[in-house]
């Protein structure tokens, strides 16, 4: 299993930004395939809004492209999201995500979730 810690989500007005942080770390070896990010607002079922490979592949769900920027620091195994340009409808919490090779088996993992609230 891989851990997930996130971090950076809170208050803001609209049209301001913030940065998610996302750490993985596991007690057994890992390679990571896939971290992202989605967001589940009240009374509405989980979405994708942003993704990156392990080659920096990235993949944004059509309401934030242009506003979001996934990247990815294999180094430290942590994944980032900044949000400029932020809107009340961003307000979610927002999940971390990764699938990963943990020892022989493939593995997907969320994280707690932090959330993200935006005010008009």
């Known amino acids: 299993q891989v851990q997930l810690a996130e971090s950076g989500g809170g208050l803001v007005q609209a049209g301001e930004s913030l940065r998610l942080s996302c750490a993985a770390s596991?007690?057994?070896?890992?390679?990571?395939?896939?971290m992202g990010w989605y967001r589940q607002a009240p009374g509405k079922q989980r979405e994708l809004v942003a993704q990156i490979t392990g080659t920096s592949n990235t993949n944004y769900a059509d309401s934030v492209k242009g506003r979001f920027t996934i990247s990815r620091d294999n180094a430290k195994n942590t994944v980032y999201l900044q949000m400029n340009s932020l809107k009340p409808e961003d307000t979610a919490i927002y999940y971390c995500n990764t699938v990963a090779s943990v020892g022989w088996t493939v593995k997907e993992d969320w994280g707690q979730g932090t959330q993200v609230t935006v005010s008009s």
């Open positions: 596991s007690k057994s070896w890992f390679s990571i395939i896939t």
